[in-house]
């Protein structure tokens, strides 16, 4: 009866440390992410958006601003603007998104002090996307949210917990468009493991809840200025798809650009093969169709549009180090 006692006291401590580093770390970089990042969203800017008089296509993106905007409404005695309100959104989803990866990570190694560990290292790699290298680094309110969405559709995923998937994938289309790639996610991970019907059922209904979301948001903000739907060129009228040839033709950029995941992709790439959990390698397969969207709608050389990925590239890495360790350990007769 001792030992397991034991270990219940050693999984308390290791909670205990884990949220309180996390919520300081998350405190620490939010701090430097918005301090740096600020001019390029104002409070003003986000007002408009909470107004529903802001500029599209960032206008389609309310989730946070609605949440914020009600926050603010309750006057509550804390003082915040509704700017304020956002930075605190902004703190809850990364703290957030540190438990929920630590959580997606236990669901391939069962070591709850190693994935602490490795959760953790989020904020070593996040900096790649959000303050490397400059000027590119434009901070929005709804980068790091959707990085948490990911984490819990690729968990509820896993699980399969439909009903927990289907709210999170209404709720996180109203943050950022990019929750079509979670239905990409579950196509490649069950593709040859479910039965197609099932499969098509899901892709399709996924893909209904996607586009009405999308066409409400249009109709509600058919008035304010900005391109429909997706911006397909910048503000000069050239198309993004131009442009960021142009980036590509200068092999200067290269450095830059291969700094996403902070480099881990290199060893995944190289490695691919001994990531043992065959979900984690599949769900990597979602990356060249991400790529090939913000190719066509956004600055490619706009690291921060990859920083969602950061978490199937990270558990991808870390499937690999294990593994590595564990066959190093074996040849050594440990």
């Known amino acids: 009866m001792n030992k397991p006692a034991c270990l219940r006291r ?21 701090h430097f992410k918005l301090r740096l990042c600020e001019k390029f969203v104002t409070p003003e800017m986000f007002a408009d958006i909470a107004n529903h008089v802001g500029n599209k296509p960032w206008q389609y993106r309310i989730l946070v601003p609605e949440i914020a905007k009600a926050l603010h409404q309750l006057n509550l005695p804390v003082g915040l603007t509704l700017y304020g309100w956002a930075r605190v959104i902004e703190l809850g989803a990364l703290f957030l998104s540190v438990v929920a990866f630590r959580r997606y990570l236990e669901l391939f190694l069962h070591d709850r002090r190693l994935c602490s560990i490795f959760a953790m290292m989020i904020f070593l790699v996040l900096p790649f996307h959000l303050f490397f290298p400059r000027p590119y680094f434009a901070n929005y309110w709804f980068d790091t949210p959707a990085m948490l969405f990911l984490i819990l559709g690729l968990t509820f995923l896993h699980q399969k917990k439909w009903a927990w998937y289907y709210g999170l994938f209404v709720v996180a289309t109203f943050n950022r468009e990019t929750t079509c790639f979670l239905t990409l996610a579950y196509l490649f991970t069950a593709f040859g493991r479910e039965k197609l019907p099932k499969i098509a059922a899901h892709c399709g209904a996924q893909f209904v809840i996607w586009m009405s979301i999308k066409l409400a948001l249009g109709r509600m903000f058919v008035g304010n200025p900005g391109p429909e739907g997706f911006e397909w060129m910048d503000g000069s009228g050239v198309p993004h798809w131009m442009d960021n040839l142009r980036y590509f033709a200068n092999p200067g950029n290269y450095p830059a650009f291969a700094s996403i995941m902070g480099f881990l992709w290199i060893p ?67």
């Open 10 to 30: 050693e999984n308390l401590v290791t909670d205990v440390v884990f949220l309180l580093a996390a919520l300081a770390a998350a405190a620490l970089f939010c």
């Open 268 to 334: 995944v790439v190289f490695c691919y093969r001994r990531i043992g959990s065959e979900f984690a390698r599949r769900s990597l397969w979602v990356i060249p169709p991400f790529f090939a969207g913000m190719f066509l709608v956004a600055n490619i050389y706009e690291l921060r549009i990859f920083a969602e990925l950061v978490p199937i590239v990270m558990t991808a890495f870390f499937l690999i180090l294990t593994d590595l360790v564990r066959t190093a350990r074996i040849g050594d007769g440990g």
